[in-house]
Each structure stands twice: as C-alpha cells, then as structure tokens.
C-alpha cells in the first residue's frame, strides 16, 4: 500500500490529509489559534465539585473548563498529588525514582469529593478535545508517547502491544525495557519497537525519561492553570504513530514546518528523511493532489459506490445511521443473494473509509441490504472486523441483526468536521421541504382579502424574496394590480434577500406586522 502525508499550512490551521493509494483516508485539522492537544499535560485548578456526576471541573486556561471523572484519576492518584505538591515553591521536590507509594486508591468505589477540593491544583493531561459546547476531558493517569514505547509513571509493569506475535520478539522487548526502566516507572512497547533496534528503544526509555523530569520541574515555575508540557505538532504525531515502509512521502506547503518534520524524521529515522519534501507549486496543494474534490465529499448526503449501488449518511443527536443501497443493480442481477452480498461487501470498505475520514463516533447503525444466508452475514461482519482493524480510534463491531443492521461503537476525540459547518436551514427548518409555490399566490391573496374585509384595511406592504416580487410583478396585467381592484386596497411590494422563497410579511405603513 502506498501512503502519503499531504500538509497545508495556513496562519491559523493546518490540515494533514493521509492518503492511502492516492485515496484520501483521514483528514485531521489542527487550530493554531487553541494551543490545546490530545497528550497535553497542564497543571489545573478545581473549579467545582459535582457529587452527583463523580467528576469535577477543572480550569486549564480553555475557555470552557474540563471535565475529569473519578474513574479517570487512576488508582494512583494520591501519590500524583504527593509528588505534585513536593514541586510547589519553596519545596525540594520528590524523584518518582526514589519516592514510596502511596495506597492505591479504586476510582469504581471512589468518590471523587474526598480526593479533590475546589481551588485544589491538580496535574492532568488532555484525554479528549473540546467538542460542541463540551470542554476539554482530563485524565490524571499521566503517560508520556514515544515512537517506540509509551512510558507510564507510578506503574512497574513492562506491557506488549498485541500486535506483536513473536514470543522471542517479546522476551527482547522486555529485557531490554528491564534493563533501563526507573523505579516506579512502567512502559508500553508499541508495535513499531519491532524493528527498532537495542539502543533506539533504549534512548527511547531515557528520552521520555528526562521528558517526565522536565515537565515537573514547570510546576515550580508555573502557578495554575499552567502548560506543563505540550505535544508535539500533530502532523509529528501522525508522523510517530504512523511511520513505516509503506510511507512513500510527505509533502508540505510551509517551510517552517517542512523545516521541522525533517528534523524529527532525521532523529527517530534517519534514512527515511528523503521522503519529506517542500512543495513548490503555484496550484494550492490540496487542488495539485486532488485533496480538495475528496474533501467536498466529507460534506454530502450521499457517497456514490461502484455499478450504481450508494450510501446514504445521516446524523442525529443520537447516533449516526448509513443505508446501504443497490440502485439500479437488482434490475439487472437474476442473483438477489449475490448482488447483495457484492453491494455490501463494497459498502463495507467505503464505510470503514467513511468511519476515519470524517471521525464519527458514539454508535453507528449501518443498514445494509437484507442477505437470507447465514454464512453472507457472517462472511460480512468478518470483512468488516477486518476492514476496521486499521482504525486506530477505539471500536466494537457486533454482527448484523436479523434485520440486517450492524452496530458500530468508535471512540471520538476531535470534532467532527462536518457538523463544524452545517447550519439549519431558515426556509425548511432542516426537514428539506417547503410549501409548494405553485400555491403561495393563493396563500397571498387570501390573506390580503382577510385584510381587507375583516380587518377593514386599505393599505398593505408585501415583504417577499426578490422572485416572488419579480412574479408579483410580471405580466400585461400583475397580480398586484389585480388584488388592488378586487379588493380595493393599495399594496406596496418590497424586497428582502435574506427571507426564504416562500416567507411573506405584511407591513403597515409603520412597517408594524399585521398579520402575527
């Protein structure tokens, strides 16, 4: 498989879009006006206790204060408090190396008031984004990533990504690990470690080390809320969690940033620095990779599959639903069953696709077309259990009802960039239907005729979108004209854009409305 890394830059954004194939498969945006990133570490001030959520909200310096959950304090907590407190001014400060252990506490029997008091300064690290009118979600089970590992403070257990089937590779990953870890120190050996070597793994452990040194010694320099340590860009982060032999190059707009991807690269790959390359031309960079056409489809209702066959993909506060669809397929198909296995088996890979690209999340319902054999069921949940593995976000996939519905569940930790631009129709109010203009002249006068008669009124002023006056107005003899005579009444008609096709007001000559 191919893969490419395409950056745009601009002064307040940058876009990465990852392309598999020259498909575009996840499209990730990051603010430079928010400052604020999964794996940041700040020091927080408990703003508000809430008993009855088991929670608090904790001041980071986001506009909206975050959220932390008891289970989210991590059964160590009290020594995190220890040591964090040790960092205050004026105090000489713990080493986590040398440093006992508190009781570990069990965050399910919990209740977060006896650990936590407002005013209270508490370490914490960005698990979520702000989403919506949702702050930022904290956790305080701090953990440092690496290329190769993620070192986890106030733990001493070596863990193995699954991923890695070897059990000679593993007894590699552990002896080394063993060999440099710190007291008190656990680490997380991701399934890149398989091809690094010794020594990489080994300065990776120290690095992330000295990372953890580093970040306590900002709490006697910082009071909160304060930025304890950042993570790096999240084109580097993408860059760490993703790179491998399949990358054929990354391509960025910016010079600053092509700058400081080559200056990662060379430390944790040297010899892949090749592949990162500044882009030169006078076509944006989107428009010169077709990014931009893959991205417009983020936005549609509908996503066109292959022979006719499409899906359809709706929001709703309360979950995301697909349907699946043949088209025109089951004209021409004499086989029900295998048309619809076909259909849904290039859904399947569509959805997944779907699923990364515009980062939905909660429960999905996909709704695909009704297979009669067990075996086709089966034949397509395991292709999608495949066809999702390589969906880094969280995921459960159950297999189809009887009904032939598949729910997904996926982890959401950036906004959705589709619902960042949507707006709720002022015409329709969002169900996609008006009323029909064939009738709105005969709405009109019927009002203006209840003016007249009932209300006694000789005079009205008509506000309507520009081509309802443009109809009002047209002919030898406008309708306008023709309710003046037949209702004895003058009527004004005047113009406002920004009213739908088929709103109308009716205006005194104070311009007071007189029909509420």
């Given at each position: 498989?191919?893969?490419?890394?395409?950056?745009?830059?601009?002064?307040?954004?940058m876009?990465?879009a990852?392309?598999e194939?020259?498909?575009?498969?996840?499209?990730?945006?990051e603010?430079?006006?928010?400052?604020?990133a999964?794996?940041?570490?700040?020091?927080?001030?408990?703003?508000?206790i809430?008993?009855?959520?088991?929670?608090a909200?904790?001041?980071?310096g986001?506009?909206?204060d975050?959220?932390?959950?008891c289970?989210?304090m991590?059964?160590?907590?009290?020594?995190?408090?220890?040591?964090?407190?040790?960092?205050?001014?004026?105090?000489?400060?713990?080493?986590?190396?040398?440093?006992?252990?508190?009781a570990?506490?069990n965050?399910?029997t919990?209740k977060?008031?006896n650990?936590?008091?407002?005013?209270q300064?508490?370490?914490?690290?960005?698990?979520k984004e702000?989403i919506?009118?949702?702050?930022?979600?904290?956790?305080?089970?701090?953990?440092l990533?690496g290329?190769?590992?993620?070192?986890?403070?106030?733990?001493?257990?070596i863990?193995i990504?699954?991923?890695i089937?070897?059990?000679e590779?593993?007894?590699r990953?552990?002896?080394?690990?063993?060999?440099?870890?710190?007291?008190?120190?656990?680490v997380?050996?991701?399934?890149?470690?398989?091809?690094?070597?010794?020594?990489?793994?080994?300065?990776?452990?120290?690095?992330?080390?000295?990372?953890?040194?580093?970040?306590?010694?900002?709490?006697r320099k910082?009071?909160?809320?304060?930025?304890l340590?950042?993570?790096?860009?999240?084109?580097?982060?993408?860059?760490?969690?993703?790179?491998d032999?399949?990358?054929?190059?990354i391509?960025?707009?910016?010079e600053?940033?092509?700058?400081?991807?080559?200056?990662?690269?060379?430390?944790v790959d040297?010899?892949?620095?090749?592949?990162?390359?500044?882009?030169h031309g006078?076509?944006p960079?989107?428009d010169?990779?077709?990014?931009?056409?893959?991205?417009?489809?983020?936005?549609?209702k509908?996503?066109?599959?292959?022979?006719?066959?499409?899906?359809i993909?709706?929001?709703?506060?309360?979950?995301n639903v697909i349907?699946?669809?043949?088209?025109?397929?089951?004209?021409a198909?004499?086989?029900?069953?295998?048309?619809?296995?076909?259909v849904?088996?290039?859904?399947a890979?569509?959805?997944?696709r779907?699923?990364?690209?515009?980062?939905?999340?909660g429960?999905?319902?996909?709704?695909?077309i009704?297979?009669?054999?067990?075996?086709?069921?089966?034949l397509?949940?395991?292709?999608m259990?495949?066809l999702?593995?390589?969906?880094?976000?969280?995921?459960?996939?159950?297999?189809?009802t009887?009904?032939?519905?598949?729910?997904?569940t996926?982890?959401?930790?950036?906004?959705?960039?589709?619902?960042?631009i949507?707006?709720?129709?002022?015409?329709?109010?969002?169900?996609?239907?008006?009323?029909?203009?064939?009738?709105?002249?005969?709405?009109?006068?019927?009002?203006?005729s209840?003016?007249?008669?009932d209300?006694?009124?000789?005079?009205?002023?008509l506000?309507?979108?520009?081509?309802?006056?443009?109809?009002?107005r047209?002919?030898?003899?406008?309708?306008?004209?023709?309710?003046?005579?037949?209702?004895?009444?003058?009527?004004?008609?005047?113009?406002?854009?920004s009213?739908?096709?088929?709103?109308?007001?009716?205006h005194?000559?104070?311009?007071?409305?007189?029909?509420?």
């Amino acid at each position: 498989m191919n893969r490419e890394l395409i950056i745009s830059v601009t002064p307040t954004e940058m876009t990465i879009a990852l392309c598999e194939d020259k498909v575009l498969v996840e499209l990730n945006k990051e603010q430079t006006r928010t400052g604020f990133a999964v794996g940041d570490i700040y020091l927080g001030k408990v703003r508000k206790i809430m008993p009855g959520l088991n929670a608090a909200f904790v001041n980071v310096g986001h506009e909206r204060d975050a959220f932390i959950h008891c289970l989210d304090m991590g059964g160590q907590f009290p020594s995190l408090q220890k040591l964090v407190a040790s960092y205050q001014p004026g105090k000489r400060g713990l080493k986590l190396e040398t440093m006992k252990l508190e009781a570990p506490l069990n965050p399910k029997t919990e209740k977060i008031a006896n650990h936590l008091t407002v005013g209270q300064s508490v370490m914490v690290q960005i698990a979520k984004e702000a989403i919506s009118t949702k702050g930022p979600r904290l956790t305080a089970e701090i953990s440092l990533a690496g290329r190769n590992v993620v070192l986890v403070p106030f733990n001493s257990k070596i863990f193995i990504s699954q991923k890695i089937r070897s059990n000679e590779e593993k007894k590699r990953l552990k002896r080394i690990a063993a060999s440099v870890l710190p007291q008190n120190f656990g680490v997380i050996i991701r399934t890149a470690a398989v091809h690094a070597s010794d020594f990489d793994i080994e300065q990776d452990i120290l690095s992330l080390v000295e990372k953890w040194h580093n970040t306590l010694q900002q709490i006697r320099k910082n009071p909160a809320p304060a930025l304890l340590m950042s993570e790096m860009s999240r084109a580097n982060t993408i860059i760490r969690d993703t790179l491998d032999g399949s990358f054929s190059q990354i391509i960025v707009d910016d010079e600053a940033m092509y700058n400081n991807i080559r200056s990662y690269i060379r430390l944790v790959d040297p010899e892949r620095e090749k592949i990162v390359k500044l882009y030169h031309g006078t076509l944006p960079i989107f428009d010169n990779f077709d990014i931009s056409r893959q991205i417009k489809s983020l936005f549609a209702k509908y996503v066109s599959l292959r022979r006719g066959a499409y899906l359809i993909i709706e929001h709703t506060e309360a979950m995301n639903v697909i349907d699946v669809n043949s088209g025109n397929r089951t004209k021409a198909e004499d086989n029900q069953e295998q048309t619809a296995l076909d259909v849904n088996l290039a859904a399947a890979h569509e959805i997944a696709r779907q699923l990364r690209l515009r980062d939905l999340g909660g429960i999905v319902i996909v709704d695909f077309i009704d297979m009669h054999k067990a075996q086709n069921r089966q034949l397509l949940h395991e292709e999608m259990t495949k066809l999702m593995a390589g969906d880094k976000a969280k995921h459960t996939v159950l297999p189809l009802t009887k009904f032939g519905l598949m729910q997904i569940t996926r982890q959401r930790i950036r906004p959705v960039a589709v619902q960042d631009i949507q707006d709720v129709c002022p015409t329709c109010n969002g169900t996609g239907k008006i009323e029909p203009t064939i009738l709105l002249d005969k709405k009109i006068e019927n009002q203006i005729s209840y003016l007249s008669q009932d209300r006694k009124r000789k005079y009205v002023k008509l506000v309507v979108s520009p081509y309802v006056a443009a109809y009002l107005r047209q002919g030898f003899v406008p309708l306008r004209l023709k309710w003046m005579m037949r209702y004895g009444m003058w009527i004004d008609i005047h113009t406002d854009q920004s009213l739908g096709i088929v709103d109308v007001h009716y205006h005194d000559r104070k311009n007071n409305d007189i029909i509420g």
